[in-house]
């Protein structure tokens, strides 16, 4: 089980009192030894190792007025006994060779500060940025005064509370937040609270892609297949952090979040007991808040009956159940997120909706085969987010009723199967939806044959240019004689312009777009591109014609279905450098470059950190707008 980086087996109460020991009485007036805190930190300091010994040094010499002459003393004779240390780590070295300087220079010895301590902490850590300030000061003789840059520059862990730095840590990205689980600093205990409002819970078998074709189905179990290794992790990852939450109220608290993904096939003997586990384990989740499942429908019925009974009040639920069977939606009243991923429709899904009518917000529902639910059961006017996948049959009024009602939409996006003419909603609705900033419309393939809509994409234009604040946008049409019968052609690309607060632009490009121009009128700030339809023959040459006018400033780009056959070079001389992240068809690359701008090195991402960490990567490489929304983040 996971165990705090503060936290040492050496730090246990001693079994017994050696005779050098304090005597501590039951009240302040009984008090038989005045020096009782000097004997108690000689106690603890007994038990420590000689780093751990220096650590607890260094910060108590952190708290002396380094400008009393004493002070001076004290420190030079500390830092030398702390640097004596054996195993000393580089960043207590740094911190003590700091410490030292700064009382050097306090003293105004700022020669013997400056190639003593400073440029060796220059050694341990290039650009350390303290260091570097410090040596900028004027070396000029004489005491520094303490209205200058050496006083500004104390521990920071001494003068700021501890609600500070948890502000500071909101604003990091999870993988910052998980190294700083590993210094020792108050920032430790934030961040692992903070990585643990969200937990991710795996169970059964974790396959990789190809698995299929070089290891057989009775193979699962098998010692060589990458999957196995990778299985193993998630296991026992996921059984220390349920038994952590059933043992510790404490941890429990902190969680917010739970991922849960479940084998959809149930090949091992354990999914029944780790089922059980985690039903066990769910009421002690007193602050959950929301719960995102995919996987066995078995073990989605468990789970949502313990939900129901303990967690009435659940505020945002994602369900991917398999999709050959129907989904036991729990009794939940106050939902004001609520997604669900499935082929068909779900018999009871109009009355769960109903019952979280008053509370729902964002609603995504992904259903290929089902409409869009009844106006009784959802209440467009409260929505804020609305994502929909399925089919609008003949004569439905889907995209009335959404203008019509649906006023405090800031996200709509709609993949239909269309059966019915829709342009005529979007004519006379051109100016609905005043507060929207993301809006996707793709027409999906259909076996039958979709209604013949000419104007439809010129007025979802007329649509567009109304809406000038829009930040997110994708527009796609499957099919060359879809796209006909729909009217979907370059002349789409004529609506960029006029969106100059675009981030993201997730399109499919026609037979008949020309590079050059499309890559010019697209919005200077954008900082995600995603492209579909670029031509497979001439995907190179293409892009190479795109590549001058591409946005200054952007980050993420993805070349969807396309065939590359080098990467490196198409990353070398097509890509700005600004790109920090490159998606070629299902890969994806983070890219390095040298100090002077050429690119040093592409690494691609193994397939763990796609299948679990994506979201996360994308975050902290500053690439978030390739995400839809906090709600529905799936890429385009």
Known sequence: MHQHPHSHSHHEPSRYLPRSTAVVATT???????????????????????????????????????????????????????????????PQRVQALLLRGRARMASGDIAKARQADLYKVLELVPNHAVATSLLSIPSGGGAIGKDSRLWSIESASCRLSPELWRQVASFLPRRDLKTLLHIPHVLSRIAFEFVFECVDLHFGVCKLAGEEKLWGTGDHDHPDRPGFRLEKQLTQRTADIVARIILDPSFAKLIRTVRISAERKDKSHHMAFQTNMLATALPKLLHLREVIFSGSNDVWNTLAGVLSTTHPRLESLTIEPEHDSEPVLPHLTHLSQFKLVRDHSSHSLATFLAQNRSTLRKLCLC??????????????????HLEFVGTLPANSDTFAQIFSHAAQLVSLRMNCVLLTSVSIQFRMNAAALPHLKYFGFRALDHMAPMCSDPDLFPAIMEFLRAHPGLEKLELDVAGESNQKSMGYDASVLGVLPSLLKLRQLAITLTKDASPGLFSWIIPRGLLALLLNGVPRRNSEQFLTTMRPGLPPNLRYIALLDTDVRDEMRLVETVVPPSVRLVNIADKYYTVRRRTDGHLEALDEWPERRMQLHAEEWLEALGCEDALWDDFAPACY
């Open 28 to 90: 302040s007036a009984d008090v038989v030894n005045p020096r009782i805190l000097d004997a108690n930190i000689r106690d603890v300091s007994e038990r420590l190792n000689n780093e751990q010994k220096a650590e607890v040094l260094i910060h108590a010499m952190n708290l002396l007025k380094l400008g009393n002459p004493f002070s001076h003393h004290i420190v030079e004779n500390g830092v030398m006994s702390c640097l004596q240390a054996a195993n000393l780590g580089t």
């Open 367 to 384: 259903a290929y085969y089902a409409a869009f639910p009844p106006p009784t059961s959802v209440a467009l006017v409260n929505l804020t």
